[in-house]
């Protein structure tokens, strides 16, 4: 399994995706978005997944968490459900059907649930299941390690612990009743520092520069 395996969607959609989160979110935010896509992609194939919807997946996953950011920051509703929504508003204008752009809501709420049955929604499944790799380090050595280095070294974590923990404890703050407040209860700020990524894309990105 290679980074080159997983084409990239091609679409309006995708491409529109990808450049709302560089202009509004962070490189280390939207690293995490991309690599969220890409675990996912090699989970469906790891755990047998087929009759994904791909660009479904990739634009769920590139703006999973753009309802972080200030400009899509909602005060009412919990930052998945904003993001979610952007991505509604997104595909609308790519075009998508009403059905469709609801998918698009589903998938990114349900990252932020506890586990997803992979037979009720597969994207939701695979995009929970990435992001609690890519943020907790959840089932670490599920993935070869050749693939994990490459991804790692494409997109690097940067400063996701300090980003990531900082902007889940204000949601969480500012909407105790959101899913954010569990991740902190959770110890998701401590999870983040000892995910075993953090390691290993160190150890990547010196091997690429020795």
């Given amino acids: ?28 935010i939207t690293a995490h978005a991309l690599r969220s ?20 997946l990739y634009v769920a996953a590139v703006l999973h968490d753009i309802g972080t950011v200030t400009e899509f920051d909602n005060h009412t509703i919990s930052y998945e459900h904003a993001g979610g ?6 595909t609308a204008g790519a075009g998508w059907p009403r059905e469709r752009r609801q998918r698009v809501l589903d998938v990114v709420v ?31 050595d599920a993935l070869p390690a050749a693939f994990i280095a490459e991804v790692l070294v494409a997109y690097p974590r940067g400063a996701l612990a300090e980003e ?7 949601q969480a703050t500012r909407k105790p009743d959101t899913a954010a407040r569990r991740l902190v209860d959770g110890g998701v700020v401590a999870k983040l520092a000892a995910n075993p990524l953090e390691r290993l894309g160190e150890a990547a990105e010196a091997e690429r520069n020795s």
Wanted: aromatic share 8%; proline share 7%; with cysteine.
């Fill in 164 to 170: 990531f923990g900082a902007c889940v404890l204000d």
């Fill in 110 to 140: 349900r990252h932020n649930w506890p586990s997803v049955d992979p037979s009720m929604d597969a994207e939701g499944y695979l995009l929970e299941t990435a992001t609690a790799l890519d943020i907790s380090g959840a089932r670490p």
């Fill in 1 to 28: 399994m290679h980074l080159v395996d997983i084409p990239v969607p091609d679409t309006l959609a995708a491409r529109g995706a990808l450049a709302l989160a560089e202009q509004y979110q962070t490189p280390a």
């Fill in 37 to 56: 896509w890409l675990w996912a992609e090699a989970f469906a194939r790891i755990d047998g997944i087929t009759g994904i919807d791909h660009e479904l």
């Fill in 85 to 90: 929504h952007v991505g509604v508003a997104l």
